[in-house]
C-alpha cells in the first residue's frame, strides 16, 4: 500500500509564505507524478501543480510565478513552497502520487488546510 502524508499547513497573512510537504511511502514505481491539488468549500478539487518523476513541472495558471513545486525522488518528498499567497488560496491542499500502467493508480494524502487571512 502507498501512504502520503502531508505537512506545513497553517494560518498566513496575505502576501506570506508557507511551504507544504508531502512524504510518500510503500511500493512506489519509480516512474511517476507527484502533485498538489486544492479544494475549497464548496468547490471542485483543482489541480495545483504537479513533477513528474524526470523533474517537468507543471503549474495551473493561477499559480504561476507565485509558487514552486520540486520533490527529492531518493526520499519520494514532494514540496510546495507558496509565496504571496492570497485569500483565494484558501483551501485543503491533497498530495498526489500518480503512475500509469495498463491503467491509472492515484493515491492521495489526507490534506493539510492552508488558510490565507486579510
Known amino acids: 500500500q502507498v501512504q502520503l502524508v502531508e505537512s506545513g499547513g497553517g494560518l498566513v497573512q496575505v502576501g506570506g509564505s508557507l511551504r507544504l510537504s508531502c512524504a510518500a511511502s510503500g511500493i512506489i514505481r519509480s516512474s511517476n507524478t507527484m502533485g498538489w491539488y486544492r479544494q475549497a468549500p464548496g468547490k471542485e478539487r483543482e489541480l495545483v501543480a504537479t513533477?513528474?518523476?524526470?523533474?517537468?513541472?507543471n503549474y495551473a495558471d493561477f499559480v504561476k510565478g507565485r509558487f514552486t513545486i520540486s520533490r527529492d525522488n531518493a526520499k519520494n518528498l514532494v514540496y510546495l513552497q507558496m509565496n504571496s499567497l492570497k485569500p483565494e488560496d484558501t483551501a485543503n491542499y491533497y498530495c498526489?502520487?500518480?503512475?500509469?500502467?495498463?491503467?491509472?493508480?492515484?493515491?492521495w494524502g489526507q490534506g493539510t488546510q492552508v488558510t490565507v487571512s486579510s
Open positions: 498526489n502520487l500518480r503512475w500509469t500502467t495498463w491503467r491509472a493508480y492515484d493515491y
Open positions: 513533477i513528474a518523476s524526470g523533474g517537468s513541472p
